[in-house]
């Protein structure tokens, strides 16, 4: 059964020695879909190199990350805007709010966010989304954004159940990770009450690692960690959680669009 990653940096320096090797252990384990977030245009050649290497199992997002927006925000959305017609890209992402790296450029932040969030109309993309210590700000620019066509994934949830509504009241998803099996993450006490349909598995490796790999470099298939919790937390079979979460996952990006 087909499990998804929906949010993964296997591009990144972290897997330069060992890449082949962590798709191979994640495709033995089902794991048959990566979707790579960008961040800023340095990492663009390096994501479509891997692409081109995993055409069927790799999916790209395109977007400036709200914590690599400095002085050249423009010129980095100006990228944005240039590449998003010339290969296809299955999201905009990831895009948002970031408090917790500084606010020095935070006016810019929000200006960077919504120009990211019309693009997306105007693509009929979905919109994956950073959100640190922003989490007000965030949504009331998406309730203030809400049209017809608006949809996405909040990344790395790690707000309280009241946001978890509003953000399912945008006709978003929750993106599941890591955070699910800290002891402090604390998502887990309310989880059940979401529906398992409002969901969508990812690592962000190689960041925030599931237990019993918390502190170590994460990496998707690890992913099984956080479908075990999930099971636990929903008193479902492992495969009732996949099932679903992989469905999810299609609906959101419409993989089988892609003409890479």
Avoid at 116 to 140: G, M, S, T
Wanted: hydrophobic share 35%.
């Amino acid at each position: 059964m087909e499990i998804v990653d929906t949010h993964t940096h296997l591009y990144l320096d972290q897997f330069d020695d060992d890449f082949d090797d962590v798709i191979r252990l994640s495709l033995e384990n089902n794991i048959s879909k990566f979707v790579f977030p960008s961040i800023s245009s340095k990492y663009y050649n390096k994501m479509i190199e891997c692409k081109r290497k995993y055409p069927k199992n790799i999916f790209l997002m395109l977007g400036l990350h709200p914590v690599y927006v400095d002085k050249n925000y423009i010129q980095e959305l100006d990228f944005v805007k240039r590449l998003i017609d010339i290969n296809e890209f299955v999201a905009v992402g990831e895009i948002g709010l970031d408090k917790h790296w500084g606010t020095e450029f935070y006016k810019q932040q929000i200006e960077t966010f919504e120009i990211q969030i019309d693009l997306a109309l105007q693509k009929n993309l979905p919109i994956i989304i950073h959100c640190r210590d922003a989490y007000e700000d965030v949504i009331n620019i998406l309730e203030k954004k809400k049209k017809k066509g608006l949809r996405g994934i909040f990344h790395c949830f790690t707000g309280t159940f009241e946001h978890a509504k509003r953000i399912i009241d945008l006709d978003f998803s929750l993106g599941i990770g890591g955070v699910v099996t800290f002891k402090n993450g604390k998502i887990d006490q309310f989880l059940h009450k979401v529906s398992l349909k409002n969901i969508v598995l990812e690592t962000d490796s190689p960041y925030l690692a599931p237990v019993p790999h918390r502190g170590k470099r994460n990496e998707s298939s690890y992913i099984t960690h956080i479908i075990e919790k999930l099971s636990e937390i929903y008193d479902l079979k492992s495969h009732k959680i996949i099932e679903q979460t992989s469905l999810n996952s299609h609906k959101i990006f419409n993989f089988e669009s892609q003409n890479f």
